[in-house]
């Protein structure tokens, strides 16, 4: 797949999701365990400005799509990232921003090691403060 297409993938999935009038959408994608694990979340802004969430159910291929993306980004000698942001237009244009987040890592290589919610909270708000904040 080129990476065109990688993105045809993910932009037709944003714009299927959401079922209103919009003028932009994020989509936030978690990338875990080096890519074993890809977790989706994200909002659409309506006409009226109006903050909704993204329906994230998307089919096997655009897990599958923002994998081989995430591989290119690090096999092409990129900086390491676990967090891809992508922010979309309702003309269809868009932008791709890989970041790192240690705290996903910290979460991540917690829970790999078969560590607990409830030590992973305490653990979090010693290392990065209360959710609330």
Known sequence: ???NEIFDVLTDAISRAIPDEWTIARLNVQILTDGQDIEFDGTYLTPTGEAE??????????TEAVLELYLRHKNEGNPRANYLQMDLTVQ???TTEFSWDQEIQDEDDHFSA??????????????YGSAEE
């Open 114 to 127: 078969g560590g607990t919610a409830r030590e992973w909270m305490a653990i979090r708000e010693a290392k």
């Open 92 to 94: 269809g244009q868009f």
């Open 53 to 62: 969430p993204l329906n994230t159910d998307f089919p096997d291929e655009v």
């Open 1 to 3: 797949m080129t990476t």
